[in-house]
């Protein structure tokens, strides 16, 4: 279990890294690519950091629950306090919390959480991986 959670860990912090890039590389990357990823990249972050911090739920109960989380965040945006947006504003905050409802922010979660399960249940192996996972 405990190796379980190490991996959880390290695939957790190796999406964050993505996610980052995915902005800050952007002028470089395909504008699909700079437009879609950061999103389905969160929730698979969401999802992983979930396998980490609860490694004996389900696959299924840890999809479940990144992509609620996932969605809540997202929902949260129709909500637009003075003090939300404050929080907002910051970059901590905007990468959390975002800025603006997106319905193709749903999608992209969604993608990214049932990716992240697959490939989890190892149903989905990506060939360079194929040894480590």
């Not at 395909?30 to 739920?57: C, H, K, Q, T």
Request: proline letters at 2%; a positive charge; hydrophobic letters at 50%.
């Amino acid at each position: 279990m405990k190796n379980e959670r190490c991996i959880y860990l390290a695939v957790t912090f190796a999406i964050m890294v993505l996610g980052l890039a995915s902005r800050k590389y952007g002028d470089v990357l395909p504008e699909f690519i700079v437009e879609y990823s950061g999103d389905a990249l969160w929730a698979a972050m969401v999802y992983w950091g979930i396998r980490f911090l609860f490694p004996s739920i389900s696959i299924v109960k840890s999809v479940v629950i990144s992509l609620l989380f996932s969605y809540c965040i997202e929902i949260s945006q129709l909500y637009q306090a003075d003090w939300a947006n404050i929080v907002r504003s910051t970059t901590l905050g905007a990468l959390i919390f975002g800025h603006g409802f997106l319905w193709s922010d749903m999608i992209c979660y969604t993608v990214g959480g049932l990716l992240s399960a697959a490939i989890d249940s190892r149903k989905v192996i990506l060939f360079p991986l194929k040894k480590y996972i």
